[in-house]
């Protein structure tokens, strides 16, 4: 594995933590949301740099990516 991909793994597991404790879902739920979503595409895109960020950072980029959807 390399060091991007363990990056990009770390910060899926805290991602997907924190919307199971702040959302109270279900794993299974928490992992559609964020695999589903714009910001995982980013963060699995190397040009971005965005897996080079703290995964608080990216847990309020996506909140904001939810937010937008759901107005």
Same mark, same amino acid.
């Given at each position: 594995?390399?060091?991007?991909? @363990?990056?990009?793994?770390?910060?899926?597991?805290?991602?997907?933590?924190?919307?199971?404790? /702040?959302?109270?879902?279900?794993?299974?739920? @928490?992992?559609?949301?964020?695999?589903?979503?714009?910001?995982?595409?980013?963060?699995?895109?190397?040009?971005?740099?965005?897996?080079?960020?703290?995964? @608080?950072?990216?847990?309020?980029?996506?909140? /904001?990516?939810? /937010?937008?959807?759901?107005?």
């Amino acid at each position: 594995m390399s060091k991007k991909e @363990a990056l990009i793994e770390y910060i899926t597991q805290d991602i997907i933590g924190f919307l199971m404790s /702040d959302k109270n879902i279900e794993i299974d739920s @928490a992992m559609s949301i964020f695999y589903n979503s714009v910001v995982f595409e980013k963060l699995e895109d190397e040009e971005t740099g965005l897996y080079l960020e703290g995964s @608080a950072y990216i847990y309020d980029i996506l909140m /904001d990516e939810l /937010d937008d959807i759901i107005l």
